[in-house]
């Protein structure tokens, strides 16, 4: 069965630390993979993706995410974190375009907290 | 520019009563789809549709209905057989190749 688990519910880190988000995720082929963005109250904002190549993937703000095949992992990373990045954080699975019946997974979530 | 929109943003609703949120997106997307939202569960989806006239259930469409007479509009109805409706509702869709979502700044919908 396909799945996304979000290890850590919460994060809190220090302006100007580095980051790590963890993901990962059980799929029967190579999947698409995302990581979005919400603020309170909001929709969710598409951060970076991978479909295929380069295992580093640069996305904005800043972030970036490597996919890890051997690992069924992608974790998301940003060297240095500002205050406006607390936001709650969601990782995704998606089959490739080429498939039909295209339903997307989402892990749980990461909040993430940013302290002075 | 093109987006989707979710209205209301807020909705309260007595209990007994159905009640439709509203997902209209002027993107030119085939599929469209409506997820809820709880507290340390994720988005859970509860139905999507591919093209016009044509919806699939998600993992939780017990208690809602859907329709999809247009491209750019799929109204969501909680209706009075959903136990728990108050939650955070999410409407996306995605276009050709259908590869990543475009989601709409959601509805808070909460039964008094």
Known sequence: AQSVTQPDIHITVSEGASLELRCNYSYGATPYLFWYVQSPGQGLQLLLKYFSGDTLVQGIKGFEAEFKRSQSSFNLRKPSVHWSDAAEYFCAVGPPSSNTGNQFYFGTGTSLTVIP | ?112
């Open chain 2, 1 to 112: 520019d093109g987006g989707i929109t979710q209205s209301p943003k807020y909705l309260f609703r007595k209990e007994g009563q159905n009640v439709t949120l509203s997902c209209e997106q002027n993107l030119n997307h085939d599929a469209m789809y409506w997820y809820r939202q709880d507290p340390g569960q994720g988005l859970r989806l509860i139905y999507y549709s591919q093209i016009v006239n044509d919806f699939q259930k998600g993992d939780i469409a017990e208690g809602y209905s859907v329709s999809r007479e247009k491209k750019e509009s799929f109204p969501l109805t909680v209706t009075s057989a959903q136990k728990n409706p108050t939650a955070f509702y999410l409407c996306a869709s995605t276009g050709q190749g259908q590869d990543v979502y475009t989601f709409g700044s959601g509805t808070r919908l909460t039964v008094v």
